[in-house]
């Protein structure tokens, strides 16, 4: 997953956040563990994600 420089860790976690949940909303087999990893990106991110979706 790539970012410019001046990218926060915050926006970048809620970035791979913003693109897991759209991947496993459609891919039902990798639902539970990429929701899992969602929630935890989430909480790194402190759930004030500002990223368009």
Do not use: Q
């Amino acid at each position: 997953f790539a970012t410019t420089k001046n990218t926060t860790e915050k926006e970048t976690f809620c970035r791979a956040g913003t693109v897991l949940r759209h991947i496993y909303r459609y891919h039902k087999c990798f639902n539970k563990p990429l929701s899992g990893l969602h929630r935890n990106l989430s909480s790194m991110a402190n759930m004030t994600c500002s990223v368009n979706e």
